[in-house]
């Protein structure tokens, strides 16, 4: 519950508009809609944040029972505005898609979406640049949330540091955008690269591409953290949806 | 073998009631209940916790060779009281149900288990919460536990500590049990948050739920062991079986 | 701010009793007390947890700068009841007594304390076991708080289960307690032994004893978070307190 | 260099205003400046960034031989523009400023600075919070960061998770700031708190406070990358320099 | 190649027998045996250990591709004494049994084997105990090798520390075997249990036995590690093989 | 990009023969190939390795989409020039194999390849050695990439420290290679001692052959990254394909 | 407690020569002799293993504080028989043996001891061997623990893997030895070739020696558990007490 | 022992030069010359090495008790030929320049060392660089020892990846050297970058520079393992010695 929120109630139960009782019903079960399964509460949707003009509601697929996911994604569709569903495994995805045929897929990722109708044209331009070809799906997932937030998205995939011209040749992106999603796996070395020919802020998002001591993205996320670039921050390995989102807030600014 | 045990059979011998020989091998034998397979000891049963009332005898199926397991499920049935298997895959499940069919199977969760047929009303409150869809499960499997210890209990599901509303909204709860059980994964903050609205103990429970830098639960673990609030204490990743049994012990205080 | 607060707080705005600002102002300022050094807040005492009876309240010295324990240090103790101040350095312990000379020193431990004047007859029997003479001083620290918080306490120490009867030596103590805090280093298996001779709940304390892959304390808390005894929980290595706190939490109900 | 140098270098080889060799000397010297030390380049002065307006020169310390370390402030100094030096120990901070009397302090820091002697007013609002007091150096070193590249701080200290009614009494900066630097020790939950109250950015910072699982501010950090809000971001341990960097430089956006 | 074995070559060469030439040969193919697959060597086999009396041939399954692994079978098979197959996965069990049935199973392991058919009576009592009904096929590994080098082996199982009187019913054998193995999971408290009972070398066997934060052994590794007590080493986990085999080594002492 | 290319572009511009906008063009576009997958950059390819003599052009297959790798190898296959593709499963060999029969598959491997048709007989030794029949997949990859780079290169296999004398017995190889390629799984300690025997340069290759405490690979790669031979430098687990093209540069010097 | 020892006592009772009370009594308090410290039990002693010939009392000083520790080896003095005191810092060997006249202190070492009087002649060989210069403290420690316990000990220093004639220099120790001691930090190689070159027990010791990757001894401890020679067990880094223990006890089978 | 030497002695004995028990003599003390201290062996000295042209022979202070070090000192500066000794504190330094005059030292390192006298011209060119300026006593270390093996150096430091025109102005550097050494801390990015602009072999060193999520070097070095550039191998964290021994080998080749 946001601190507007709060004050707001605090009026209506001082000027008589509500009672004690009320209130607390409404710290209970506002902005929160319930999902039942078999009378149990399986999911609390926060129903606040999908209402506000641009910001997605998300649904994390993973770890959920395929009945709960389910139940939760027939609800959220239920209402208005942007939905997205992240980390859907390909055979999920055949089966909600046949379920919800208004659920699209975006290529190359595990996310199926429904954008909002009326959107307003993208403002601002968001860079999202990654390593290697194993690394495009995350990248992906970055691009598709930075534009359900209302961002101009470019990208450019496949420039990892061992060849910098591969790099270098993205100068118009790296010239004009105003805050980068840098996606790398293995060392983990882009951002700090790209860090250090902006003086934009750099979301670097660790993959868990490589193997051996790659440790599954632990080694491009200790990389990250250490970057000697002082304008990157990082996000979880594979959490292409969390730098996306984080993109799309700072845009906004 | 409790000092109670150890201090009767020192009386039965000195007053007669024993030989020495008789003490030896009712301490090699006593309370425990040998399973063979083939001829071979699998599993020595102990026999003398399940005899308690309200004390479910309790079998972990995981890592058990099935025909094992089932040497050991049939031995436990054929003693009174309440019986508690964990830990079962789904395929397991059925088989097992299958062939005793006075087994039933907790919803949502990996259990199997025989109620104690004239159980008394449950008494005290365990309050478990959980701050996600995917901790459900873990969440399940301790309030089946606390229930089967003669507890009430009571839910909160999906209440996370990134919408405190949700949490806030199960004031009531907050305000009554005895004991709370919070199961959470990610970064495990939740306990932390319950903590300081109760002056209670909180049983902290890490899940595996997460990807990445979640490590299987590892962080959430850590997030619970570093927890700043003084009531919370931690089991085992994805252990809802001990923190409802724990949660259990206090209840009947 | 516990529930109750918030709808006591809620009534007085209702009958008219606050205004909306004075709410505001509370949720703000109460029951925080702040501690100001140079003119900025460098601590908010939670002063409602220590005015409650039997709780005292409690500074973690470590990682302060001196200036700021002393600041802290001095506002809590010109409020009544007990305090504890937890972690303190052998250095810290004689500047701080030249200064408070009404704090104590535990014997063995990193703790200053002040009694509550008026303190009831202790009820309850908590018992700590700790496994090797270089876990007393957490012991210690363990019993300091039950004792604090209203507990009996009686120890057992130097216990470790390479000498099963120093364990068993204990009879006594293991049939009467009401909960055990069992501290142990090196493999950390104490707690699963004792944890399986009683039916209370036994919380376990991880300590730094040992050397080379005791990696300073984490092999005793692997150890524990793995007891095959299922009425053990966990607190954070070297953590006497916590688990004294908890304890002492658990004895009251 | 950035883009724009290049493509301005290759204009002046293009329309002959510099030879190819020159243009080689510029891309070999400029814009860095070379500190030498018995002869031999000790540091390569990036002097181009601390040219732009508010935008520090940056000097860490730690690792650097105090010979090292001397000669390179001596270089900084000798330009304009605001300057930092980060995680000077003590010892050095009393060398340095005796040596350099224009170097300011920041209490309760590790930094020495030089503000830019013309700043123009403060824009934006940048908030500063931190969970307990052991936080304070890492979150004023953030604070610092932020204020010298032209941000407005306000900071919000020891209100962690644990005591909820600490954090909420921040309301009016939660509702007002543009973005958000927090700082937290033991088990990092307040990133998470935060990030659900508000819809900016807020990048996270874990310290090395806490002791045993702490491991130095690891448990902080994994609980950042797994935070359950999707607005955070992380940097490294104790890096309160790179979250004030890029809080300042998302509110320049 | 042992010490004995280069004086007597050197001897060879000093007295004529041999040239140098012969001798480097020597060097370079004796005891070493070649298995070739395809023109090309796979395995060098070391026939020298086989050859003496009641020292299985052993080969390790694990990693080696199937075609590799048969023709090195073969090759041993060829040869007359003991022969053990270890982690050898049931696919594989049947694939080789049907090929070589004169290979036997080793009930409950994952071992295959061919005893020595003039095998001796077995002297000396090795003990084998194990805490789990999951430790079985670890602990009969380690029971099959000790039985191969010429032990006789009792066994006493499921006698885990969280029940003490399941181990102290072990009695008999504590008092009677020359070394004893020790396999445990979990927290792998066992062998310090047996450690303090006995005055014999203890070797113990961590096992992959447990969850969460079990790590497939590392919890019960590091225990076994840190035993208060002095008599117990250490092998890899789940390495029932390497302890059986020590184990055989230190009774023919 | 090179420096040569950079001045050869300069000097370009300089001298008239491209504008500045043709200079930035070549800097985006060359000597990178584009790969496309429904209108998306999926690869940049780096020609200019290929073209030079000897150097194949690699693509690592392993977290490729099976789409992006068909576009890659069509695109690659279309130039002249030797190709190594590498970590390819099984079932994508015979799906690659099936539509570029040009491609061969090398023994034992993950690897297909494509031989330069017109090459130089090979020059210069380098001797690929390895632990155990476990580790030959590695071994062989790493001489397959030698090859290709124009080295001759001999193999000894399965010669692990165990048994020293299978290792001396490669006295000729030990003694005429000019650098060295040593794999190894489990401990990893075969670089030391080959390296202790030679003085050449060696590099060390762990393998994840193990299980348990091997860690994947993790204590061979600690071994062998301790080694006390000063000749010794490693690349990561399994890299097979690094240290043959390692081998293959040194051999050229 | 050994079982010998519950028989005897069981007869005790049953025979009349014992109260309940009594063998309670003696259940509680033998065979350990308590230290206090200021009225409190500081340690257990446990005499029975120090009154066995040969055995030595041990004392591990690490950990202890000085108070603690003074009082405990006072009452170990009094007692006959040989005494081992080990992990004893410089400055406290000083302090002890000013108090102590009668304890002795092994070169190189961290231990004070005090040798059995009338002990007989050492039989059976053990053979200690350390791979660096840094390891011989602890191979120290070992060589001196066999000894106490009866052994005849010889030593092998400085000889590791990667200049393997230091090692095979040891020829006649290698063939003579019942059992043997190998210590070695880095990448604790040493313990596999020695282990390959006789066919007897092999107790490997890693020791912290070493820097960046050796992580304080794990590298060498991995290496050691990862051992390819089947006759190798491995105890904690830096435990030369416990390898030399059980070298003394398997050279006593 | 070489396999050279090898075949040399077996010639002795078939040739009657010598008997066989001077060859085992030879194998047992050849060519290694013994230290004693206090009568026992403290040191094995491979003269071999250090006899060879250009080879210094080197000792790792580290670990060494302070005896022991002088005492190897002092016999190997009794042979001709460079010697190094490396990981000296500074206090040492200071100890072993006042008793062994002839010994320099190494600006910026750890290093002690004497060239040898009559060194021939330096021949081919070996690149030392490294990230910052903490970086550069490892970076000084890799150049002294690969002058000591005969090697022309060069050196570019301060030169990380977060400033590519730094790196990008040794232009001339990677242009003509053989072979590299790369030394970065943090992220450990450079060494990637380095091996995509030169098609030499790069040998990376991790530096324990940085802080926090450094670990003390173990990102750089994880970063390094993972390197996307095919032609960089890695040594141990600091261990500028090794990779410039290997450089030196490399360049000699």
Redesign the interface.
Known sequence: ????R??AL??D??E?RA??DQ??HH??????ELCHQ?G?????L?TQ?GM?HG?PE?I?A????YD?LQT?VERALSRPGPLLIT?VTRKRIQRLRLRFPQLEHA??TGCLYRAEESMAAPEGLVGVLC????D??VAEEAALVARLMGARVE????????????L?????L??SA??FVVVA?????MP??V???????V?AV?T????????????????????????????????G???G??AG??NR?
């Not at 710290?27 to 929160?32: I, K, S």
């Not at 149990?40 to 609390?44: F, L, S």
């Not at 390593?131 to 194993?134: E, L, Q």
């Not at 990250?224 to 670039?229: F, G, I, K, Q, V």
């Open positions: 519950m946001t601190p507007e709060l004050r605090l009026l139960v001082a008589g009672t004690v209130a607390l710290l209970e079960g506002f902005p929160v078999q149990a509460v399986v999911a609390r926060d944040r506000r910001f998300v994390l993973q770890g959920k029972q709960h939760i980390r290529v190359d390593a290697g070809t194993s495009i799906a990208t450019h995939y496949d420039a990892g540091v061992a060849g910098l011209h591969r270098l040749s993205a100068e118009a790296l010239r105003r805050v796996g293995m060392e983990g070395a700090s690269v860090g250090g020919l902006v003086d934009k802020p979301i660790p868990s591409a490589g193997y051996g001591a790659a440790f599954g993205g632990v080694s491009a996320l200790l990389g990250m953290l250490n970057s000697c670039a002082s304008n990157v921050t990082v996000v979880n390995i594979d959490n949806f969390g730098a989102y984080v807030l700072i600014l």
